[in-house]
């Protein structure tokens, strides 16, 4: 019997040292360019844990897409506190999945500054952007002006990435279908004529295919060049706005319901609206702040703010299948 009372003990022991360690430690989910050693998340968590005393555990995966499977496929028994990098072309499909909390902000709308309404009662935003096509100005003479003359007169050789697999490429599938409707899978058929590869995620169109020079135009953000003067005191790039508008792309965050560390997520998500964590947005993840547009890098003076463009998320993600059917037989055509 007194075997039993210690291995009882030492095993009482174990479980409330488990339960410390994970009141200690917030595990948060996000893509991997996010953690990278440019991207904001080293940073964040070491100013996170400076502050509040805890460990931030960030694990990734290549991209928005793919993390929304993840935790839908992990369910209640994901690892996750927190999903980070979702965007608005996920949301619906994100509510829908019922996995996520309700947040308690009841005063969001006086500290984010959104170029549109945010009405999510689960997500809170922390930085946006608009997709755009970037080329090289000292190489690419005389750009497209809208994504009519890109589809139908442009001569260019453009990198995209995969809409299944990447935040940007669903973007451009909803971007064209929310300029041409029923119409987009014969612009797609125009616009594949111009496309020489599309990869899986971002940056293997970016820096391994665009910037070597194999490119003309690649899909990415209208802040892309902003990093280049920057980082690389460089002005070759440039982005374009279309006479029609640039598709808006708001990434936010959730709690999960199955967190075992909700009130610390909370004191994440507070910390993410602050000025500690929307400060280096612009210079890391390259985006704009969703707290504070006054105190951008100088680089951001080069950089022109588009009219914005969104479908409803409902809207997508009822149809978003069948939007990705058009385009891979637009693909094979």
């Given at each position: 019997?007194?075997?039993?009372?210690?291995?009882s003990?030492?095993?009482?022991?174990?479980?409330?040292?488990?339960?410390?360690?994970?009141?200690?430690?917030?595990?948060?989910?996000?893509?991997?360019?996010?953690?990278?050693?440019?991207?904001?998340?080293?940073?964040?968590?070491?100013?996170?844990?400076?502050?509040?005393?805890?460990?931030?555990?960030?694990?990734?995966?290549?991209?928005?897409?793919?993390?929304l499977?993840k935790?839908?496929?992990?369910?209640?028994?994901?690892?996750?506190?927190?999903?980070?990098?979702?965007?608005?072309?996920?949301?619906?499909?994100?509510?829908?999945?019922?996995?996520?909390?309700?947040?308690?902000?009841?005063?969001?709308?006086?500290?984010?500054?959104?170029?549109?309404?945010?009405?999510?009662?689960?997500?809170?935003?922390?930085?946006?952007?608009?997709?755009?096509?970037?080329?090289?100005?000292?190489?690419?003479?005389?750009?497209?002006?809208?994504?009519?003359?890109?589809?139908?007169?442009?001569?260019?050789?453009?990198?995209?990435?995969?809409?299944?697999?990447?935040?940007?490429?669903l973007?451009?599938?909803?971007?064209?279908?929310?300029?041409?409707?029923?119409?987009?899978?014969?612009?797609?058929?125009?616009?594949?004529?111009?496309?020489?590869?599309?990869?899986?995620?971002?940056?293997?169109?970016?820096?391994?295919?665009?910037?070597?020079?194999?490119?003309?135009?690649?899909?990415?953000?209208?802040?892309?060049?902003?990093?280049?003067?920057?980082?690389?005191?460089?002005y070759d790039?440039?982005?374009?706005?279309?006479?029609?508008?640039?598709?808006?792309?708001?990434?936010?965050?959730?709690?999960?319901?199955?967190?075992?560390?909700?009130?610390?997520?909370?004191?994440?998500?507070?910390?993410?609206?602050?000025?500690?964590?929307?400060?280096?947005?612009?210079?890391?993840?390259?985006m704009?702040?969703?707290?504070?547009?006054?105190?951008?890098?100088?680089?951001?003076?080069?950089?022109?703010?588009?009219?914005?463009?969104?479908?409803?998320?409902?809207?997508?993600?009822?149809?978003?299948?069948?939007?990705?059917?058009?385009?891979?037989n637009?693909?094979?055509?």
């Open positions: 019997m007194r075997i039993i009372t210690i291995i003990f030492i095993l009482f022991l174990f479980n409330l040292s488990a339960k410390a360690n994970t009141q200690d430690t917030l595990t948060i989910y996000t893509y991997d360019s996010f953690v990278s050693e440019w991207g904001p998340g080293p940073i964040i968590k070491e100013r996170f844990e400076k502050k509040f005393n805890k460990n931030l555990e960030f694990i990734t995966v290549d991209s928005a897409a793919t993390l499977t935790i839908i496929l992990e369910g209640s028994s994901t690892k996750a506190d927190i999903i980070l990098g979702l965007d608005m072309n996920l949301i619906d499909q994100a509510n829908r999945s019922n996995l996520f909390l309700e947040h308690s902000f009841n005063d969001l709308d006086k500290k984010i500054n959104l170029p549109i309404e945010w009405e999510s009662q689960k997500f809170i935003p922390y930085n946006y952007g608009y997709f755009a096509f970037v080329y090289n100005n000292k190489k690419f003479k005389n750009p497209p002006k809208s994504m009519n003359e890109l589809i139908n007169n442009t001569k260019a050789r453009i990198v995209i990435q995969d809409p299944r697999t990447s935040t940007p490429g973007g451009l599938l909803t971007w064209i279908k929310a300029i041409y409707g029923n119409e987009a899978e014969n612009k797609w058929k125009k616009l594949n004529k111009k496309i020489i590869t599309v990869t899986k995620g971002w940056t293997d169109s970016y820096y391994n295919i665009f910037l070597t020079g194999e490119a003309d135009m690649v899909l990415s953000y209208t802040t892309s060049p902003a990093a280049h003067i920057m980082f690389e005191n460089n790039y440039s982005a374009i706005n279309f006479v029609e508008g640039n598709y808006i792309s708001i990434e936010y965050a959730g709690i999960l319901k199955s967190s075992k560390n909700i009130f610390l997520a909370k004191k994440f998500l507070n910390f993410m609206i602050s000025n500690d964590f929307q400060s280096i947005i612009p210079s890391t993840n390259i704009y702040p969703v707290n504070n547009m006054n105190n951008l890098p100088k680089a951001y003076e080069n950089i022109e703010i588009p009219k914005a463009i969104q479908l409803n998320p409902t809207i997508i993600n009822e149809n978003k299948s069948h939007w990705i059917e058009e385009w891979l637009a693909s094979i055509n």
